[in-house]
């Protein structure tokens, strides 16, 4: 049974830092590009950052370039969201994706797997 599950999610102020993490289990993590979207109530899902499967190749939205990094540790099967110089409008619930033999880039992500999300909210 393929899971996706997320933590590291909470309050923190503006300026702060929080790393958010993917565990992933019932698939062959290798095999798969990850990425992390936000999406906020009546809007649409937001490409944040994806990595490829070797962890190689990030892509990253404009509005977090330079504050926020992705990674992937293949050997514990888990993908990372470190979120600096955090903003109140960075607020809202994070999700992860793994997607087969994707590159990890913005429009690759029909048919992915999905995380249940977890909430991230800056205070200002």
């Known amino acids: 049974q393929v899971q996706l599950v997320e933590s590291g999610g909470g309050l923190v102020q503006a300026g702060g830092s929080l790393r958010l993490s993917c565990a992933a289990s019932g698939f062959t993590f290798t095999k798969y590009a990850m990425a992390w979207f936000r999406q906020t109530p009546g809007k649409e899902r937001e490409f944040v950052a994806g990595?490829?499967?070797?962890?190689?190749?990030?892509y990253y939205a404009e509005s977090v370039k330079g504050r926020f990094t992705i990674s992937r540790d293949n050997a514990r099967n888990t993908a990372y969201l470190e979120m600096n110089s955090l903003k109140p409008e960075d607020t809202t619930v994070y999700y992860c994706?793994?997607?087969?033999?994707?590159?990890?880039?913005?429009?690759?992500?029909?048919?992915?797997?999905w995380g249940q999300g977890t909430q991230v909210t800056v205070s200002s």
């Open positions: 990595i490829n499967r070797s962890g190689t190749n990030t």
């Open positions: 994706a793994a997607k087969l033999y994707g590159s990890g880039e913005a429009r690759q992500w029909a048919n992915a797997y």
